[in-house]
């Protein structure tokens, strides 16, 4: 591929593939029928034992933490709440992190996304950590992420 050509691809986020939808349902619980249900029963949960404030209860963020424990409410809900619980106590790893610096990461190609799946449809994320060590300041820092 020349070095001079820069390929542009939108990046999917619709429903993942039949195969994968198939996947999920036998190895996380994740059911088409079910998911709205599980999702209202976890933002139920958030604001009954207001253990913690999410920014987002959006079905995209809460989907994250449901498909992390296998659809069981009562583990997402214990992760979300240990996510902020970490997030509180440990601001270095947040604070300096912002799209601007998030975008000098993509203009670095740090961190690209090809426009294709792999064979059983999943994303692709290739990291060159490697080629940029350099540029990323410390996390630690509470600099900016990347010079």
């Not at 070095?3 to 999917?12: F, H, K, N, P, R």
């Not at 253990?51 to 809900?77: G, Q, S, W, Y």
Request: charged residues 30%; negative net charge; contains cysteine.
């Amino acid at each position: 591929m020349p070095a001079d050509t820069d390929v542009l691809s939108e990046l999917d986020l619709g429903e993942p593939p039949q195969e994968l939808l198939e996947w999920a349902k036998e190895n996380i619980n994740e059911d088409l029928e079910t998911r709205d249900e599980l999702l209202e029963e976890l933002r139920n949960l958030i604001y009954e034992r207001g253990e913690c404030i999410p920014h987002r209860t959006d079905d995209a963020f809460l989907l994250r933490f449901l498909r992390a424990r296998m659809f069981n409410v009562r583990k997402a809900h214990r992760l979300l709440v240990n996510y902020y619980e970490f997030k509180e106590n440990n601001p270095e790893f947040y604070d300096g992190v912002n799209l601007r610096n998030l975008l000098r990461i993509g203009d670095k190609d740090i961190i690209t996304v090809p426009p294709y799946r792999e064979q059983t449809g999943r994303r692709i994320l290739l990291y060159r950590m490697g080629q940029h060590l350099r540029s990323i300041s410390s996390p630690l820092s509470n600099k900016a992420v990347v010079s």
